[in-house]
């Protein structure tokens, strides 16, 4: 009976030791799981093309700059969720503080692990903005052949996960951007 009961002793021991390193294991997969797939990164926003239409400009006289941007705009969603935005709006401006037009972001949603595309009309102006321009800083780009500009937007929205955890991301953009005014082309794009 001494070693049947020792058997037995030794039987539970080995149980206790599965059952442990089971529990440890399974630790150790929920954690990995957590910090990789449950961590929620804030999505982010850049211009991929622009196009120009309807180009005017004089740089004699009131000097003053008009276009039409076609900005293709990618919201890129890093998370095991997706994206939901709200409408918003992209502002373009000249010299870093006159903001000479304004495009519609329609509200959308950036799929898992995708990036969303979409289109925006923005009308560029430097007449009547309200805003002042540097008229001799504005005279010596347009006489240069290139216009600077920059583009900003913020996409409020929610990230979800697993239809459970919802938080509030903002995704963001700054780029700037070089309009060749002869080729009425933009050649240099840089988004940060």
Request: hydrophobic share 40%; proline share 1%.
């Amino acid at each position: 009976m001494l070693e049947s009961e020792k058997f037995k002793s030794r039987q539970n021991r080995k149980c206790f030791a599965y059952i442990i390193a089971g529990v440890v294991f399974q630790t150790i997969i929920i954690l990995v799981f957590a910090l990789t797939v449950m961590r929620i990164k804030t999505p982010s926003a850049r211009l991929r093309s622009v196009t120009v239409d309807n180009l005017n400009y004089s740089a004699s006289g009131s000097p003053f700059f008009s276009m039409t941007l076609n900005a293709e705009i990618a919201v890129k969603n890093k998370n095991f969720g997706h994206f939901k935005f709200d409408h918003s709006t992209a502002n373009v401006s000249y010299n870093g503080n006159a903001v000479v037009g304004y495009g519609d972001i329609i509200k959308g949603r950036a799929k898992a692990r995708k990036t969303k595309k979409m289109t925006v009309t923005i009308d560029v102006t430097s007449i009547n903005t309200g805003v002042s321009v540097d008229t001799a800083k504005l005279s010596n780009e347009l006489n240069s052949g290139n216009v600077t500009l920059t583009s900003l937007a913020r996409l409020r929205g929610k990230v979800t996960l697993m239809k459970v955890m919802k938080k509030k991301k903002t995704a963001e953009m700054n780029c700037t951007m070089t309009v060749d005014l002869k080729s009425k082309a933009v050649h240099i794009l840089d988004c940060e």
